[in-house]
């Protein structure tokens, strides 16, 4: 294939067509085809750079033109999504303080209903006493189960506000690792370049590592003349 320098994006969609036919259409099964397969793959590479050349100012113009108008916009962005944060801070805090209030009085609530039903047991157990005293055993038994089943529901809180419309909050719970040794292994990543890494080193010969199967790829390689 003729080699065909890049003057008009006419001439490129020509030349990366008939690139991608001679492609499509190459075999490689003997040693003519080898090399004329090495020769297209040479070529290719010097076409690659040659189109990313043509392309690259325009790239370059646009890519100044981004920031310019990025940073613009960040002029005015930036300060708003720092206010959004500020004040979803705010909400935030007041609501977990709501959220403090009303656990402190549901405590309040189950403590005073732990209180009464202990009373009321203690009260039908000083009534049973008095039963089986007078000889009553079946009464006395009747109370004792009365005071094993007794149960205080705490009152109702309401500690809250209306929310404005639009307006949620939710928790998420953010881990902290205190100690990495101690995490269940399906929390923990496989470094995989690391792997990639130690196996290339080796050249043909890769360590024997548990839980790894090596898999041999060719990589072609070609160099622009």
Same mark, same amino acid.
């Given at each position: ?18 690139? /991608? ?60 999504k720092a ?16 959220? +403090?209030? +009303? ?19 203690? /009260? ?72 990639? /890494? ?14 790894v199967k ?12």
């Open positions: 294939m003729e080699p065909r320098n890049i003057t008009n994006e006419e001439v490129m969609e020509l030349t990366v067509q008939e690139h /991608r036919d001679f492609a499509t259409t190459c075999n490689v099964t003997n040693e003519v085809e080898l090399h004329n397969a090495g020769e297209f793959l040479v070529d290719l590479k010097r076409l690659i750079r040659e189109v990313e050349a043509w392309f690259q100012p325009m790239i370059d113009d646009a890519y100044k033109a981004h920031k310019t108008i990025c940073a613009k916009k960040n002029l005015y962005v930036d300060p708003l206010s959004e944060a500020e004040i979803k801070r705010k909400i935030g805090n007041f609501q977990m303080e709501l959220d +403090r209030i +009303r656990e402190e009085e549901e405590r309040k609530a189950r403590e005073k209903a732990d209180r009464e039903a202990e009373a009321e047991r203690k /009260r039908l157990m000083a009534k049973a006493e008095k039963q089986e005293a007078k000889g009553n055993a079946e009464g006395a038994q009747e109370l004792l189960q009365a005071a094993a089943e007794v149960y205080v529901a705490p009152a109702p809180v309401a500690v809250g506000i209306q929310k404005p419309n639009g307006i949620g909050v939710r928790y998420e719970f953010i881990p902290e690792v205190t100690d990495k040794r101690s995490v269940p292994d399906d929390y923990k990543m496989v470094d995989l370049g690391a792997l990639k /890494r130690v196996g290339n080193a080796t050249k043909d010969n890769p360590p024997s590592i548990p839980g090596w898999i041999k790829r060719p990589v072609v390689s070609g160099r622009t003349r």
